[in-house]
């Protein structure tokens, strides 16, 4: 058909629209599927883009056909889905859009289509094959996908050098500009950049992650013969799950330190002597606190050790005024006489009535302040306005305090 003529049967069609618009939608319609038969696409497509086009192709099968064959995929998807709402068991349709999914990698999309056209149809070739050979597809997609998540079981035995490097890569490929669909072509240089590490080492990972299946050489490359890889898809959400369980590396490194020369070089042993001779009464929470000091002291927990530290000192303190049948504490603050019940002080409290009355010596009063000053600077207010953070060599002193005062106080 010509052009003049296709036109000229336009034009005839919009006159009739004006005085019977079901008529000339009859007319559109023989028109679209006449110019399909002589396969003429771009006529098609440029009669549905008129007003009249427009209006009357909602559902029209041979139009969506032209959009396909054009390669407007997207436009063939669409009307063939309105067609499906109207009449969801049209084959041709069901066939038609199967091939849209299944190059817009909706695999298993496009397998839930095909499989319904062929429980209509089994006897016709063309559905039958495309049935076929996306059941194929999907055993390779599937067998495939059972690799990939086999592969990442090998991330736990992985070091955390590795991990952080594969961390590295995968956020430096997602925001890389060519990466596309899950794909990138990577040169060989480029990869210690994207694991921002030298080039010997990037080349060693890059060859265990290939081997492993971390990465995938999907065997094609650019006008340049750069390389397309592919990253396991499994890979970033099993590495998030194992940080998610990752245990914290100051007890696998400590760990070994809970041994019999450590604990004899912090005077565990000798001090867990003293404190047996303590009262039941106070014995067993001297016992209690002194074990779980030591451990947080041996992991390096600066808050738990600070803590412990402070609650240690005053347990000692309010020990030794019991002891010696000492119920109330009295000392002068600020010119004012303060007295209160051995179970109502606090640490100050104690500090205060130790040196008044020179129990002891000023060192026993120094080194308890200390832990009295860091146990108050923990508060997590003061924490957050402080511009010195919490170290490790605070709980250092600490611990160094209360070992002196429990030698001080039980003999």
Not at 49 to 67: L, Q
Not at 105 to 112: E, S
Not at 320 to 342: F, G, L, M, Q
Not at 363 to 390: A, D, V, W
């Amino acid at each position: 058909m010509t052009l003049t003529k296709m036109r000229s049967m336009m034009k005839e069609i919009n006159a009739l629209a004006k005085n019977d618009e079901k008529k000339a939608k009859e007319e559109f319609i023989q028109l679209i599927r006449d110019l399909h038969s002589e396969r003429e696409f771009e006529k098609i497509l440029e009669l549905s883009r008129t007003a009249n086009g427009k209006k009357f192709k909602t559902d029209i099968f041979e139009i969506a056909y032209a959009y396909r064959e054009l390669d407007y995929n997207n436009e063939a998807e669409k009307i063939y889905k309105e067609i499906l709402k109207k009449y969801p068991d049209n084959v041709a349709v069901l066939n038609n859009l199967t091939l849209i999914l299944e190059e817009k990698n909706g695999i298993r999309d496009a397998f839930y289509l095909i499989e319904k056209a062929y429980a209509l149809e089994p006897e016709d070739e063309v559905v039958k094959n495309n049935y076929q050979r996306i059941e194929e597809k999907i055993a390779e997609v599937e067998a495939s996908e059972r690799m990939q998540k086999n592969a990442c079981l090998n991330l736990e035995d992985e070091n955390e050098f590795v991990r952080a490097k594969l961390n590295e890569f995968i956020y430096n490929v997602e925001k890389d500009p060519g990466y596309k669909n899950e794909e990138i072509y990577i040169a060989n240089w480029k990869f210690k950049v994207l694991m921002k590490t030298n080039e010997g080492i990037a080349d060693s990972l890059k060859i265990q992650w290939l081997e492993k299946g971390y990465i995938i050489d999907l065997g094609k490359r650019d006008s340049r013969y750069v390389k397309c890889y592919k990253l396991n898809p499994f890979l970033k959400k099993s590495l998030e799950e194992i940080k998610q369980y990752e245990i914290n590396k100051n007890w696998i490194e400590n760990f070994e330190s809970v041994n019999k020369l450590t604990l004899m070089k912090i005077d565990y042993f000798k001090n867990k002597v003293r404190l047996n001779k303590a009262k039941s009464k106070y014995r067993d929470m001297f016992l209690r606190d002194y074990d779980e000091i030591v451990l947080n002291y041996i992991f390096k927990n600066s808050k738990s050790t600070i803590i412990l530290a402070g609650s240690l000192v005053e347990m000692l303190l309010i020990y030794y005024c019991e002891k010696k049948k000492v119920k109330i504490i009295s000392y002068t603050r600020n010119n004012k006489k303060v007295s209160k019940n051995i179970y109502d002080v606090q640490l100050n409290d104690l500090l205060l009535y130790f040196d008044e009355n020179n129990i002891f010596s000023k060192q026993l009063f120094h080194l308890g302040n200390i832990t009295r000053i860091y146990r108050n600077f923990i508060h997590p207010g003061r924490e957050l306005k402080e511009s010195n953070k919490l170290a490790f060599s605070q709980a250092e002193i600490c611990y160094q305090s209360l070992n002196e005062i429990i030698k001080t106080v039980i003999r």
